[in-house]
């Protein structure tokens, strides 16, 4: 099993910066891609941003030139800087980490963390 521990949410006026991390641990042998996803009320959950153990980044247009992933694998652990926050950014975000070991796929989740914009 792989935990996930996520901190940095809170309460910003649009146009502010937060900086969300999370750290892995566990049974991390084979971690793979880490990312962040978020799940605004009444919405599906969608991807925020991914990046690999080699570095590549995936985001979502709607946080293109605001948002950057980054990741430290000496800590197991990845961020997301957050500028530029709009009201509609407001989500609770959630981590994300992948595994494969010996061709076995496995998908983590972190509790959450709540990014609140106001207007």
């Known amino acids: 099993q792989v935990q996930l521990v996520e901190s940095g949410g809170g309460l910003v006026q649009a146009g502010g910066s937060l900086r969300l991390s999370c750290a892995a641990s566990?049974?991390?042998?084979?971690?793979?891609?880490m990312g962040w996803y978020r799940q605004a009320p009444g919405k599906q959950r969608e991807l925020v941003a991914t990046?690999?153990?080699?570095?590549?980044?995936n985001y979502a247009d709607s946080v293109k030139g605001r948002f950057t992933i980054s990741r430290d694998n000496a800590k197991n652990t990845v961020y997301l800087q957050m500028n530029s926050l709009k009201p509609e950014d407001t989500a609770v975000y959630y981590c994300?980490?992948?595994?494969?070991?010996?061709?076995?796929?496995?998908?983590?989740w972190g509790q959450g963390t709540q990014v609140t914009v106001s207007s």
């Open positions: 990046v690999t153990s080699g570095g590549s980044t």
């Open positions: 994300n980490a992948a595994t494969v070991r010996f061709g076995d796929f496995n998908n983590y």
């Open positions: 566990g049974s991390i042998f084979g971690l793979t891609a």
